[in-house]
């Protein structure tokens, strides 16, 4: 390379030192060589080691030091550093575990805050078949409007049982209220009870099975499934699935059992409400899975039963059993060691199995959490230090292999980052619902924070295509319903205590509830598309907010903003009824909701 000086003159060097033009000219001093840094690429394998390195040292850190930020450390001795660890901790929001509040603390909530099974109770999800129950009600949902009796499986402050339960206590006339009220579709409660389908045991005989050939039919299912479902929950690996669809040739349990969850999922998000095709397929699949499945070391057993405990289930109203199922198919993943990423040590390995690995657990893990969400039960350990597997890869190395599965990946790096925020809020809550002020304003901090940080494509309402569309709403709804339970069992105290002194952070919080309450209305209201996926997801939402304005109007009836909740609660009933062809328990709820808003009327009028 050329000397200082002749790139100064822009004029050939020899290289030499001194130059040989730098000589003739009688410049030796000027003859001077930059020295050149070798310029080092870092390879994607040695960041992601470094990020892993100082993901780990952070979290150290934050174990040594809970209470300190890492800048205020940098400047103390040793000798300082060593006597803050003497220090006792201090309880903070951001531990995975909370501790257990002391009995002075649990004595601040109401009982009616959580749903307690009695000691010799049962809880029996097929009782419908038997007993006059709407085929869409559950122990989660209370669509039954069974308020008089005891819940037969545990429900925390999250459930909306605990909301009507509030109700009955603020107004005890609304119990009569509603059993006076006959149901607007109580003619068409036998023709829907049979619309869910019969959970039946696997046949253990022996018989030989057959292949599923390609169809037409079957490959629009399958579409409809990685349009609608996929772009949600990426579990599966799409190349892969297809190219064992159209060969059609296995014949072996897993992939049977895993092809007929998809094709019964599909059905259901491809088809109005009325539509039963998903029955057959599920029953098919059931065919294939015994319970020596939970046994099984094959990762397309793992994909059918978090299908079928992730979604299906969820469906036909059987929470409790969706619940028990995702929590196994969490344990058999972790059989296979997919909680932990492969050693460096490791010889490389494929990475589209590493990735699937990657999307399969993660998935699992936001299944659980959203189906978890409204129930008020612990997380048991979902997530914490020893889960240390990286989420996927935005961008894989191996980009055409992976290119169709991009739409589902952006969405799924940001439900796992809030997916871990509701995982902390669900652990909190269900050790004591009426948290400090402190703790509800970091936590719901976290939220905000997350919702602002989205990237522009998820945050956006410009129009798009149908399933980034799905996702962003999707995601928008869930972040609102949080923000409005984080709240909520504060709003449910007040109520049902009846007059009490309110602190400044209590109005606060309350009407945080009723906001969140009021933004989930509307932004289901402008996002809510006419397909299942859509309206199943938007139904259960809507239901949820519109306990805090029927809550608020039997609290406060004689508050100015009482025509707002009403029209708030009157704007859900006609989303209700343009979504009936779009959810299963569309029409139920609306029912529900207008005989808790036709009720409190009542009550209102009685009191002028």
Known sequence: HACLECQRRKIRCDGKQPCGRCQSSRSRRRCVYEQHRQRLVPS?????????????????????????????????????LCSLLDQP???????????????????????????????????????????????????????????????????GASSVKVALTVMLQIQPQLQLLLASQPSADSSSDDNTRSKVPLIRAASRSAKKQFPIPWTYKGQALVDAYFKRVHVLTPLLDEASFRKHYSE?????????????????????????????????????????????AFGSSHIETIHALGLLGGYYLHYIN???????????????????????????EEPQSDPAVVESRRRTWWTLFCL???????????????WGPAINIQPPKLVTENVEYDSAQFGGIM??????????????????????????????????????????????????????????????????????????????????????????????????????????????VDSVSKGWMRQQMSGWNAVWFLYQAAMIPLVSILWQPDNPAVVDWRAQVESTLELFEAMKDWSLTARRSRDVVSRLLEASSKISNTRQ
């Open 368 to 382: 659980d959490t959203w189906g978890t969400t409204t129930l008020g039960r612990p997380s048991f350990g979902r």
């Open 411 to 520: 969405p799924l790096l940001e439900n796992i980052k809030f997916c871990k925020i509701a995982t902390k809020i669900q652990d909190m809550l269900a050790v004591s619902p009426l948290l400090e002020s402190e703790d509800r304003h970091h936590l719901d901090s976290l939220l905000v924070d997350w919702h602002n940080n989205l990237p522009w494509l998820l945050r956006s309402t410009e129009p798009c295509v149908e399933s980034l569309h799905l996702s962003r709403s999707v995601m928008t709804w869930r972040y609102w319903n949080l923000r409005m339970l984080l709240y909520r069992p504060v709003l449910l105290t007040l109520a049902s205590k009846g007059q009490l002194p309110i602190s400044e952070q209590d109005v606060a919080a309350v009407k945080n509830c009723q906001e969140a309450a009021r933004e989930t």
């Open 89 to 155: 901790a201090q309880q903070r929001t951001v531990d995975l575990s909370p501790v257990p509040p002391s009995p002075k603390d649990d004595q601040q909530h109401p009982t009616e805050l959580e749903q307690m099974p009695a000691q010799n109770s049962q809880w029996d999800e097929e009782r419908r078949d038997r007993d006059p129950l709407p085929a869409e009600a559950d122990d989660v949902n209370a669509l039954s409007l069974a308020m008089d009796k005891q819940a037969s499986s545990y429900l």
């Open 248 to 292: 059609g040739r296995r014949c072996d349990a897993p992939w049977l059992s895993l092809l007929n969850m998809v094709f019964a999922t599909s059905s259901i998000m491809s088809t109005p409400s009325s539509n039963l095709s998903h029955i057959k397929y599920y029953n098919q699949a059931i065919e294939h899975i015994h319970l020596s």
């Open 318 to 344: 059987r929470p409790n059993m969706a619940n028990a199922i995702i929590g196994a198919v969490l344990r058999m993943a972790t059989a296979l060691g997919l909680h932990r990423e492969p050693p460096p």
């Open 44 to 80: 994607r394998k040695s960041l992601e080691e470094l990020s892993r390195n100082l993901e780990e040292c952070r979290s150290v850190l934050r174990r040594l030091f809970p209470n300190h930020q890492v800048s205020h450390l940098l400047s103390l001795s040793r000798q300082e």
